[in-house]
């Protein structure tokens, strides 16, 4: 088949083309993903002009928002941390602010310390260190008061990458990335009003990687001639 001119000329994506994935875990939940990359530049100033002579260029910053819709569970969390996940992300919790319920408790996943982990995750009683051993000058000792957790508050959530994939009915494949994600804030609300319910989050990123075209899946697989 011989596409048109017109359809191999440009190629736009709408919401309905795009998949996003976090990890190997393509999120069915996800509403809506946006953006935004901004930088410090200031002018310099010399006597004698008014104008600036250049402009000195300062720290970048990446932050956006995520939007998920809300079903029976909190969604983000249970995309990543939860019980069907077969690969969670634990963060290293404090054992003092440990929540039991949350305690890692397979084989696989034993807190860094030798306190045990009980049937409901309640960790065994931890001797009192002598003062010059709470000093933690002995690195092998300096992780003893910590121990491997689900995350219970989604800013506890280790960074991860969000991937963006498009792929239009022509054919046209696109891809971009979202590096680093740390969440800051999240919130959602109920209404009387409301069809449906919404949770949004607010992350800041490491870096961007841009769209980036990736041919057209049609002409690969030799149903498209030029």
């Not at 051993?133 to 960074?159: F, R």
Request: glycine share 8%; aromatic share 8%; charged share 15%.
């Amino acid at each position: 088949m011989t596409a048109s001119t017109f359809s191999r000329g440009y190629n736009s994506f709408s919401g309905v083309d795009i998949k996003a994935t976090i990890g190997q875990r393509a999120i069915g939940t996800l509403q809506g993903i946006s953006y935004q990359v901004s930088r410090e530049k200031a002018p310099i100033y010399t006597m004698g002009s008014p104008d600036p002579r250049a402009f000195a260029r300062g720290k970048r910053a990446i932050a956006g928002s995520l939007v998920f819709i809300q079903f029976n569970a909190e969604p983000l969390m249970e995309e990543l941390c939860g019980p069907d996940v077969p690969n969670k992300l634990y963060f290293l919790s404090d054992i003092d602010d440990m929540r039991p319920e949350y305690a890692s408790s397979t084989v696989d996943d034993m807190p860094v310390n030798t306190a045990t982990v009980g049937p409901v995750g309640a960790t065994s009683a931890v001797t009192p260190a002598s003062p010059a051993a709470e000093q933690e000058s002995n690195v092998s000792t300096a992780g003893s008061d910590q121990m491997a957790a689900i995350p219970w508050y989604p800013d506890q959530i280790p960074p991860f990458d969000v991937v963006l994939t498009a792929a239009n009915e022509y054919g046209a494949l696109a891809i971009m990335k979202i590096l680093g994600v740390e969440l800051l804030n999240n919130g959602t609300g109920v209404s009387i009003d409301d069809i449906v319910c919404e949770h949004s989050y607010t992350y800041v990123a490491r870096a961007i990687v841009p769209w980036t075209a990736q041919g057209n899946k049609l002409a690969m697989e030799g149903y498209l001639t030029e």
